[in-house]
């Protein structure tokens, strides 16, 4: 058996590594499974409409020349095609290479069964292969496993939705046409099959045998290794089970072996029924439901259906008086079983002797409630119910019969678990000190004989005892006999124990030595010594083997999930129940055993990623029953919450003594006290877990609380930012203020409970709340961000996402927002937008310009900060940086793709810019030259006015937010808004200094200096929004002179309020605002370089001069027209939001007629 495994057997290798492989395919698939991007199931009508010209079934080979040339004459679609490549070719390529390594794994054993023919393997057959134990199993593993991953890809990846994963990766992948590339034959074994898990649908004809067929397995191996199974067991398990009606358990391993391996031998399942009869009768008397793999159940009722032989062989064991029986006697096995197990558990009567005198009694016991467990939780499972009457008719039987309770099935699973766990650890113990024990007993048997042979020498005086030369000769024998056991022999040794002990007995009886009571006692510990060697003889590594094979739960790694409701109801009434869980969680690991034997075996690099996965799966389930302890704790702080908000009075500094009664509020404290001490009861039950090792993943009971706690607080927070930020898009501006408080009084709740009860659970109460709220808003921001981006960051590549502490994601409401931050955002759009609203710099605030109602000021910014913390604002920040850059690349692609193409827009921009070269001399005639060209672009203003107003505004926006920042930061924290403020200061000195002189330091690519200080610096407010360069724009011909005509085209919109000191919209019908208006001006020519705002400062002052010359000339007012007050306050404007300093604009525009101006503004 070793030999076959050797590391210089080829043979036994390269099937070892096969079979290994074929495990951790089956693996990966099934972690994919949870990775379906859900655009390729097309469930919506939405996603139809957005997705069908791209994501295609298999009809796609038969139109791929009309397909492509549809996507490739829409630049549209073509752009969407590549950006949909860019999100999604790194997980479609993960699952084409776990697709194609299922044909490269059937690829592979059909060569090693050529090779085996051709003698490759020197004296290796597939006769002598299946004759060597680990031989004949390694092979029927290797093609059970074939026929595994194939169910498993229907079962988990629908035909249509893999067939487009196929057709995708086809189509974005560039080895589509290397040789050595297998994607023809992927698609061909993994098309769909029509099976679908959708209750109702049929199953397609000749399924799954066909599906089998695709890739030809010569037909002699499923024969051959039927055959082997049908009259072998080959995994040698019938001893551990040696009671007749336990046979059907010992095989079930082969059994589902059988099960898979009889598809690639579809003839025997239809027509063989001698066949069938003897597999049913040696592997089915008395089950139908078996395990496929890890847990996945088939119904055999329903699964050999359309075959005659295997309904016929199998309709003897479903008969009603069978049935019957079987559900009767594994129903009151339940009970008893259970009442058993009850009485092992007591306090005391798992003792070590006990456990040593009795160990074929409680492996028996255990191995009948393992026996009932299985056949239980299988046959009441609705496998197939919904498909097959005759299968719901046996389920329901099953239940009557049994007259099955839910509860006491979960008790005896636990208790069982309970006292496995307790005998595999006394075990372990008696095992680690047998030897130790062996020879103290050794010792102390060995010292009493030599004592009883000295008394009877008469050298030791012992009351009554005379001397006796031969029972002195008897006893030093008997001593050096005891001395001559060994250890290492434990078989001579038991029968030379048994016979010592023996001996004993008849010199007490023989030579009346029982009437000295010294004597007696004496042969009676030594008798008692030897019985104790010989039970420790006993303690063999086979008994912990035995009790794993045993034990074996891997038949509920998904039915298990069924006592989850149980299991919490259990923990909300008692939480020392936990202790027990643990016991059961232990017991389902042992699931983990099957895929990892043979990947462990050929020390395969795989080990860990299944092993990590499946610990992974397990540790989820675990995490998923214990939530239960937060959720009920939640629920208790939410009550102590509302008792101490409005239950109990807060205590003044002083107090009367004659209303003290009336403060004590005994009752009210009573009940918090009780409230509070739930709260610890329920944290002592899950800390009794004590820390456990699930697969090979740590579980530290005092981790998974506060993962827990944390969980349960993500769920709720994030409940209350979803609801608290849903908005009625006719409110009015007051109503954003409302929903804010009512989410401040929400998180507050949150942020007190914690702050009250972190010391009785021993957590850090207030770095959960910050990192938990921190990481839910921006997950949120990086999904509401999602939506400007080319490449999308999924779930499973989030930094902020967590498989063990979700955030949860909820369906958009339809408003263009993906979640709450997004239509927070847009709420504040809303009431600040340039075409129902002014914004008055010098008050902060927005107003209505039909009422003049003040609508948004700087205290909404200030409930922002308290509602959703820094972090909310920071981001909501963030969030308007992505508009404006999003708003910013449309204004590239419409002036440089429509604009810039325009011969007629050209020729009369390069017309206009010869006749205001240079900008130092004077227009003449300037009120006919300017708007000859600002009229012919008339109707391609309003696209730029939408584009840059909006950009103004949402700069104006975010300015409001960094003053609310930078305000907080140095209330809050003064020393680190000095520190950063310095720094910054600093880093832009020396980057300066480098510029001048380069030999000096600057800080390099790879240095994160300058990225990670930007970020503290946005956070603390440190920023300037209209000085940031949000693209890179390629230079533009003629910008300047662009964008001053698109000004010279909305000034005339505006009009100049003294009282309000600033530009305002002159028609309620023809909006236009003057702050967002200049803002967005500015940002724009922030984009480019400083040249373009210097050369459009000249146009603006060639304009002014201009219009001045031309106003003294014909009239001889000394008042300023609309047109010169506008373009005035409009330059005003510009210098102040661009932060220029005045100077600058003095050496192109008179000083003295600036400070005319505002004399002129000011009286």
């Known amino acids: 058996m070793a030999d076959f495994l050797a590391e210089d057997n080829s043979c036994g290798q390269t099937l070892l590594k096969l079979v290994s492989r074929g495990n951790a395919i089956i693996a990966e698939l099934l972690r994919l499974s949870d990775y379906v991007p859900t655009v390729f199931k097309l469930e919506s009508r939405e996603d139809r409409e957005k997705y069908g010209d791209i994501i295609i079934d298999f009809s796609y080979f038969k139109t791929s020349e009309y397909v492509e040339k549809k996507i490739d004459n829409s630049p549209e679609l073509q752009d969407f095609d590549e950006a949909f490549r860019d999100n999604n070719v790194e997980i479609l390529t993960r699952f084409y290479l776990a697709f194609e390594s299922v044909h490269k794994y059937v690829t592979d054993l059909k060569g090693f069964l050529e090779d085996l023919d051709e003698g490759v393997y020197i004296q290796q057959t597939l006769e002598s292969i299946l004759l060597n134990i680990e031989g004949k199993q390694l092979m029927c593993e290797a093609l059970y496993l074939y026929g595994v991953m194939l169910l498993t890809i229907d079962w988990k990846f629908d035909g249509v939705v893999r067939e487009r994963l196929l057709v995708s990766y086809y189509r974005y992948s560039a080895t589509k046409d290397a040789a050595e590339s297998n994607i023809d034959d992927v698609c061909k074994l993994l098309r769909s099959t029509g099976y679908s898990r959708v209750p109702g649908s049929k199953r397609p004809a000749k399924y799954p045998e066909e599906y089998f067929r695709r890739v030809h397995v010569p037909d002699q191996l499923p024969k051959m290794l039927i055959g082997r199974l049908r009259s072998d067991d080959i995994y040698s398990q019938i001893s551990s089970y040696p009671v007749p009606e336990h046979r059907s358990t010992a095989l079930a391993n082969q059994a589902r072996m059988l099960y898979v391996i009889l598809y690639f031998s579809p003839e025997i399942l239809h027509n063989e029924n001698a066949k069938m009869r003897e597999i049913v009768d ?88 393992n026996v009932t467990l299985r056949w239980m939780m299988l046959h009441i499972t609705d496998i197939g119910v919904d498909h097959v009457k005759k299968c719901r008719q046996l389920r329901e039987a099953v239940i009557v019969g049994s007259e099955y309770g839910p509860k006491s099935l979960f008790d005896l699973l636990i208790n069982t678990s309970q006292i496995e766990f307790v005998i595999k650890e006394m075990f372990k113990d008696l095992l680690s000190k047998k030897e130790n024990d062996w020879n103290v007993s050794k010792k102390e048997s060995f010292e009493r004989m030599e004592e009883l042979s000295e008394v009877f020498s008469g050298s030791k005086p012992l009351t009554r005892i005379e001397k006796n030369a031969s029972l002195q000769a008897w006893f030093t024998e008997m001593k050096n006999q005891i001395n001559l056991l060994s250890y290492d022999d434990a078989t001579s040794a038991g029968r030379k124990i048994v016979q010592l002990i023996q001996a004993l007995e008849e010199v007490q009886e023989f030579h009346q030595l029982e009437t000295n009571m010294q004597v007696k006692q004496f042969l009676a510990e030594t008798r008692s010594y030897l019985h104790k060697m ?29 006592f989850t409701e149980l299991m919490q109801k259990g923990i909300r009434k008692d939480p020392s129940l936990v202790t027990k869980l643990r016991a059961t969680f232990l017991k389902a690991a042992s699931a983990l055993d099957l895929p990892l034997v043979r990947i462990g075996q050929c020390n395969s690099p795989d080990l860990r990623s299944v092993s990590q996965f499946y610990s992974a799966e397990l540790v989820s389930y675990v995490r998923n029953v214990l939530q239960i302890i937060p959720q009920t704790m939640f629920a208790l702080l939410g009550e102590i919450v509302k008792l101490q908000t409005n239950g109990l009075k807060p205590l003044p500094t002083r107090l009367d003594k004659d209303k003290l009664k009336e403060f004590a509020q005994l009752e009210q404290r009573h009940k918090v006290a009780k409230l509070t001490h739930s709260i610890s009861i329920y944290t002592e039950g899950i800390l009794l877990m004590k820390t456990t090792l699930v697969g090979i993943i740590k579980v530290d009971p005092k981790q998974l609380l506060e993962d827990g706690i944390r969980k349960e607080l993500v769920l709720r927070v994030a409940f209350a930012l979803h609801k608290g930020l849903m908005f009625n898009p006719k409110s009015k501006a007051n109503e954003l203020f409302h929903h804010l408080k009512r989410l401040q009084s929400i998180m507050d709740g949150f942020k007190r409970s914690f702050e009250y009860i972190q010391d009785y659970v021993n957590i850090y109460g207030l770095k959960i709340w910050q990192e938990e709220v921190t990481r839910i808003i921006n997950y949120n921001i990086e999904q509401e961000c999602n939506s400007f981006l080319r490449k999308k960051i999924e779930d499973w590549q989030s930094i902020y996402q967590s498989t063990a502490i979700p955030i949860p994601r909820y369906p958009p409401l339809g408003d263009g927002s993906i979640n709450f931050i997004g239509r927070l955002a847009r709420e504040i759009l809303r009431f600040t937008d340039y075409r129902t609203t002014s914004y008055i710099n010098q008050m902060n605030a927005w107003y209505d310009v039909k009422t003049k109602e003040e609508l948004i000021n700087i205290k909404l910014f200030s409930q922002l900060q308290v509602s959703l913390g820094t972090c909310g604002l920071t981001g909501l920040d963030r969030l308007l940086c992505f508009m404006i850059v999003k708003d910013l690349q449309n204004f590239q692609v419409f002036h440089v793709r429509r604009t810039m193409n325009d011969k007629i827009f050209c020729s009369m921009l390069n017309s206009l810019n010869q006749q205001l070269q240079p900008t130092t001399k004077l227009v003449g005639n300037a009120s006919k030259i300017y708007p000859i060209f600002v009229t012919k672009m008339e109707k391609k203003w309003p696209l730029y006015a939408a584009i840059i107003l909006k950009v103004g505004q949402m700069q104006l926006i975010r300015c409001q937010i960094l003053r609310e920042l930078n305000f907080t930061c140095k209330f809050d924290s003064k020393m680190l808004s000095g520190c950063l403020d310095t720094f910054n200061k600093a880093i832009l000195l020396d980057i300066q200094k480098h510029y001048a002189d380069p030999n000096l330091p600057y800080p390099g690519e790879d240095n994160p200096l300058l990225f990670e200080l930007t970020t503290y610096l946005e956070t603390a407010g440190i920023a300037d929004p209209l000085k940031k360069i949000y693209v890179t724009m390629r230079n533009i011909p003629h910008l300047p002179l662009f964008v001053f005509t698109f000004a010279l085209a909305l000034l005339p919109k505006l009009n100049f309020v003294k009282s309000a000191g600033g530009l305002f919209s002159k028609k309620l019908n023809d909006p236009c605002d003057g702050a967002p208006f200049v803002a967005g001006i500015v940002t724009l020519l922030q984009q480019f370089h400083a040249k373009n705002t210097d050369i459009f400062l000249h146009y603006i002052a060639q304009y002014l001069r201009s219009l001045m010359d031309s106003t003294i000339s014909t009239t001889k007012t000394n008042d300023l027209s609309p047109e010169m007050t506008n373009c005035f306050v409009f330059l005003d404007n510009f210098i102040h939001y661009a932060n220029i300093p005045r100077k600058n604009i003095e050496a192109i525009f008179p000083d003295y007629v600036f400070n005319e101006f505002y004399h002129y503004v000011s009286s």
């Open 534 to 562: 010989l039970r420790i003889i006993n303690i063999k590594e086979e008994n912990l083997i035995n009790l794993d094979i045993i034990a074996d739960m891997s038949y509920a790694w998904e039915i298990i999930d069924t």
């Open 282 to 369: 040696k592997h089915f008397p008395d089950n139908w439901v078996v395990n496929v793999y890890m847990g996945h159940l088939i119904n055999l009722v329903e699964a050999w259906e359309p075959y005659k032989a295997a309904k016929t062989a199998l309709n003897n064991t479903i008969t009603q008086i069978n049935l019957r029986e079987l559900a009767v006697r594994f129903g009151k096995s339940v009970h008893s079983l259970d009442a058993s197990v009850l009485k092992l558990l007591k306090e005391g009567a798992l003792t070590e002797d006990y456990v040593l005198d009795s160990i074929p009694t409680l492996m028996h016991l255990i191995r009948e409630c």
